[in-house]
């Protein structure tokens, strides 16, 4: 599974894009890249999933650039709520379901 | 409500006692996971099953943890003999199947407490 890197904290204000980049230098022909975001006291819930490009859907963007080595969790006009813990994770489509999650960025969004 | 569910949401016990844990997954989910979550962590992966089969344990799980899915639908989590190192958030999971593996859905977790 390729090992990702994301920045440990990240602060923003309500009503700002928020972007929260991962590095997955390793990543494989057949991985794809995973976002999850967990709140306080609860289980990670999954956000979006692509391969290359750009996915869109009601809650975020991702954006992969062509060589795949990174991408971008784009989430438009944050607020408060979106205060939260993003994980993202790299590994492929025929995987056991094993997620491997790491420490995250933790989003702090101020008023 | 047709989430994932588990029961108790917390539970504080002595050391040395053993702790059943139980989680409903959503209903036509065939997999189901176990995480283990530790304060300032991201989960870290127990074991799955594919139906009543269980298909993969960790290393984390040690011989004193022991998980069922009996008829393929709810499954429990034993801790046998607990050690403080066990105070953790454990967290069920659950996928439609195995083509949507990365798509999973996460309980609430139960907060154990080793005291």
């Known amino acids: 599974l390729a090992k990702t890197t994301q920045p440990i904290s990240m602060d923003s204000y309500e009503g700002q894009e928020v972007n929260i980049t991962c590095s997955h230098n390793n990543i494989a022909t057949n991985d794809y890249i995973t976002w999850y975001q967990q709140f306080p006291s609860q289980g990670p819930r999954f956000i979006i999933q692509?391969?290359?490009t750009k996915v869109t859907n009601e809650v975020a963007s991702l954006f992969i650039p062509a060589d795949r080595k990174s991408s971008t969790l784009s989430l438009p006009r944050v607020s408060l709520s979106d205060t939260a813990v993003y994980y993202c994770?790299?590994?492929?489509?025929?995987?056991?379901?094993?997620?491997?999650f790491g420490q995250g960025t933790t989003l702090q969004v101020k008023p | 409500d047709t989430g994932v569910s588990q029961d108790p949401r917390h539970k504080i016990t002595k050391r040395g006692q053993n702790v059943t844990f139980r989680c409903d997954p959503i209903?036509?989910?065939?997999?189901l996971y176990w995480y283990r979550q530790t304060l300032g962590q991201g989960p870290e992966f127990l074991t799955y099953?594919?139906?009543?089969?269980?298909?993969?344990k960790s290393r984390l799980l040690s011989d004193r943890f022991s998980a069922e899915r009996p008829k393929g639908s709810f499954s429990t989590l034993e801790i046998q003999r607990t050690e403080q190192g066990d105070s953790a958030m454990y967290l069920c999971?659950?996928?439609?199947?195995?083509?949507?593996?990365?798509?999973?859905?996460f309980g609430p977790g139960t907060r154990l407490t080793v005291t």
């Open positions: 999971a659950s996928s439609l199947d195995q083509t949507r593996v990365w798509e999973q859905y």
């Open positions: 994770l790299v590994g492929r489509s025929s995987n056991t379901g094993k997620l491997i």
């Open positions: 692509g391969y290359k």
């Open positions: 209903s036509e989910h065939n997999r």
């Open positions: 099953f594919q139906n009543e089969a269980q298909l993969e």
